[in-house]
Nanobody, 126 residues
Framework: QVQLVESGGGLVQTGDSLRLACAASGRTFSYYAMGWFRQAPGKEREFVAAVRPSGDVTYYAESVKGRFTISRDNAKNTVYLQMNSLKPEDTAVYYC???????????????????WGQGTQVTVSS
């Protein structure tokens, strides 16, 4: 069982930066691939970024590549999402999630993640 708690959301202006954090409970955090997803009003939940259990390989949606950086600190049971050059279209509730795959490659599909946080709101004003 893994419990996830996100923090760091807020209201910012276009071009600003935010750093989201997701703290995990449990001693098996390092076994899981971690992902960030987001959901805007009236839209489906979409993949943003993911990182392998070891933290050595990361994956990004095209819409955030070059602006967002995912990282993890397994000693602190925490995964981060550094978001730079924010745009109004980045406005959404951001969720972190944990999954386990046999080859350690994170999925981009929400339904393949086992554990989810409660989400944190990110609002980018124009």
């Amino acid at each position: 069982q893994v419990q996830l708690v996100e923090s760091g959301g807020g209201l910012v202006q276009t071009g600003d930066s935010l750093r989201l954090a997701c703290a995990a409970s449990g001693r098996t955090f390092s076994y899981y691939a971690m992902g960030w997803f987001r959901q805007a009003p009236g839209k489906e939940r979409e993949f943003v970024a993911a990182v392998r259990p070891s933290g050595d390989v990361t994956y990004y949606a095209e819409s955030v590549k070059g602006r967002f950086t995912i990282s993890r600190d397994n000693a602190k049971n925490t995964v981060y999402l550094q978001m730079n050059s924010l745009k109004p279209e980045d406005t959404a509730v951001y969720y972190c999630a944990a999954s386990w795959t046999s080859d350690n490659t994170p999925s981009r599909k929400p339904n393949e993640y086992y554990y989810w946080g409660q989400g944190t709101q990110v609002t980018v004003s124009s």
